[in-house]
């Protein structure tokens, strides 16, 4: 018989794996503590925007017309502790308030939440990101917890998806990472994993604390890459050279790849800078600080990149930003995505609106977000009308509809035709053959 599947945690993680396993043919029931997200999903509904969750979700929720029945959910551990054979933990696990390392108390609580009430053998896999040595701990916490005792076993499987791609990459990932300390629990995640294995997709077997670390230590690669071509760009805009060139010409090399190359106002989201500092904290508490100190930098020159754009666009309105208007395209951390958590785009603009001017904000997607985190700066319902009587435009997230903008209908509303590009996303022919001032990071003036 095929395992039974729980999903503890209904985040962009847990939503995505709960429709995914479903999808992969398995019996689902998700938990999360908050009824209301319980009430959406149920009515096949997802709290964000991810492109083709809500689909996946609805092919498969049960009491949806033609659904496949196999996914439901619930707010009761009873019930999931009853239900399953492999729960799968979730979790979100953010920065905490003023520190670097990250919060484990929503981990903690449902390992606490879930042990106690194992009645049968169970895999628990964790999937959130969390300090290495926490697998090792929470193995030793459940078997303690567990009526079942031994026959409840941990396994730790971390995951790499990314916001707007989350379906493809939880059905289709480049690798399966399984941390484990038994054969039956390896056994078990092959089953799980069963129709990824036989596409192809690599299985890589680990102990815990390398399983913990493959997550972080990814994370910490791309965000190193990122803010190489940040530096880059910093070193291209003193010699006047052009960053984006620069970028193409090192990609061909393939021992340095094309991707994660684009310089601009930096990363954001929920995962990439957190993810760092706390494996920085973690380090240190281990007595490795200086293996990572090369990461403070990597931060420090991602947190530059927006005090960078903030004087540039000073620079455009004429060295103060008091009584003038500026533009902000784009509030979302990325393109695809309405998650404003620690978003480049949204710190920029607030700085600016700090600083003394008059900021409106158009974004496809992450408009109720950005209201709920920002609510005094200014909003419009389009790009056009954000741009409308604008001193400056600033592009900040590269959403596909920012690309095919036509320069000379923007013109015509603005107060002066001068774009920033943050993004390096822009076609700076197209806006200079348009009579605007078109400036990137990175680039030559002109
Ligand atoms: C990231 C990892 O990619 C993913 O594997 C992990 O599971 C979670 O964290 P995500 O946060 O969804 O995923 O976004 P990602 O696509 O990695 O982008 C992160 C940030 O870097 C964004 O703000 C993006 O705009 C920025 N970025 C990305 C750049 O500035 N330049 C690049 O070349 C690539």
New binding site residues.
Partial sequence: MAPKITVIGTGYLGATHAAAMAELGFEVLGLDVDPAKIELLSAGRVPMYEPGLEDLLRQHVAGHEGSSGRLRFTTSYEEVADFGDVHFVCVNTPQKQGEYACDMRYVDSAFESLAPLLRRPALVVGKSTVPVGSASRLAARLSELAPVGEDAELAWNP??????FAVQDTLRPDRIVAGVTSERAEKVLREVYAAPLAAGTPFVVTDFPTAELVKTS??SF?AT??SF?NAMAEVCEAADGDVVKLAEAIGHDERIGK??????????????PK?IRAFMARAGELGADQALTFLREVDSINMRRRGHMVELARDAVGGSFLGKRVAVLGAA??PD?DDVRDS?ALNVAGQIHLQGAQVTVFDPKGMDNARALFPTLGYAPSALDAVRGAHVVLHLTEWREFRELDPEELGAVVDDRRILDGRNALDPEVWRQADWTYRALGRPRL
């Fill in positions: 995951e790499f998806l990314r916001e707007g990814a994370n791309l890459k990122i071509i991707k994660f190359l684009r310089a601009g106002i930096g990363f954001g989201g929920g995962c990439l993810d951390f990325k995505s480049p």
